[in-house]
């Protein structure tokens, strides 16, 4: 903690006290400081965190959603390291609440989606894919086939309308303060098909994402609503092996006391058992 608030004095030119460091998050370390006087959160990017963020496009997309009031404000943003400091919201992770909150995820997620922002990129899922399938050389016969099937839903899913997503909606990254949600983190924005989001809800369990569904639609989900949300939390099962594969190739596992190797079959095990719910 010493060495990060060194780091951080050193780097704002300016006084700051180190909190605490925000737990959750795999990618990159977030600490609670002092700074100016206020309460505000520091972002030390993961390494090689630039192979999956473009920080000069995640800085365009927390621009065109700022006058939507649901991410925090952001104070500094250096888009060379992908430092950035950030009013400190006060309020608790969905992640660390024992309610799922549906109707304040389904009404930040429409804040978003029914919104007039246009985003400058598309989110462009299976471009990614292939991107972060060339940072490694584990593909074996069960990935390679698992791809194969998933990509024969590839026109009809990119077929979809496309609205500004956020694209890692995850429950850690909704917070909940008072009687406001605010909606965090907006590395992996893009225009994307919305339901990806309600996917993204499911990050730990693909029953969130499926109680979220009824609740953001409005109405019991048609089979091929059903349909999409599961090939995209399937997608995104593929997407994070590979990024797991690349982390263990770098060294991470050792480094963050993960077993990465591990962590990429368990999301490949979990793409073929999504996959194999689709008709």
């Known amino acids: 903690m010493e060495q990060i608030e060194q ?8 006084p700051a006290t180190i909190e605490s460091r925000l737990m959750g998050g795999m990618s990159n370390q977030m600490y609670t400081m002092i700074y100016q006087g206020s309460r505000c959160t520091f972002r030390l990017p993961g390494k090689n965190a630039s192979m999956f963020v473009d920080r000069h496009i995640e800085l365009k997309n927390i621009e ?17 390291n992908g430092y950035k400091v950030a009013t400190y919201v006060e309020g608790t992770p969905f992640s ?15 804040e978003l989606h029914d919104s007039t922002v246009v985003f400058e990129n598309d989110y462009d899922p299976f471009a990614r894919l292939a991107l972060y399938e060339s940072y490694h050389r584990h593909q074996t016969h069960e990935y390679n086939e698992t791809v194969a099937r998933f990509t024969t839903y590839k026109d009809w899913l990119m077929s979809q309308p496309k609205v500004a997503a956020h694209n890692d909606a995850q429950r850690s990254n909704f917070v909940l303060a008072g009687d406001k949600t605010y909606l965090l983190d907006w590395e992996f924005a893009g225009n ?4 990806y989001d309600v996917a993204c809800f499911g990050n730990i369990s693909f029953d969130h994402a499926l109680a979220l569904l009824p609740v953001y639609l409005g109405k019991e989900p048609s089979a091929d609503e059903i349909k ?9 099962a593929l997407q994070w092996h590979n990024v797991a594969w690349y982390k263990d190739d770098i060294g991470l596992s050792a480094e963050l006391q993960v077993d990465f190797a591990a962590v990429a079959q368990k999301y490949l095990t979990l793409a073929n058992t999504l996959l194999a719910q689709v008709t």
């Open 228 to 236: 999409r949300l599961t090939l995209w939390r399937t997608f995104q």
């Open 96 to 110: 660390q609440l024992e309610d799922l909150h549906l109707t304040q995820a389904a009404g930040v997620l429409h």
């Open 7 to 14: 780091l951080v004095t050193g780097y704002l030119n300016e």
């Open 64 to 80: 065109a959603v700022r006058p939507l009031g649901i991410n925090n404000d952001t104070i500094l943003f250096d888009t060379a």
């Open 192 to 195: 994307n098909d919305p339901l």
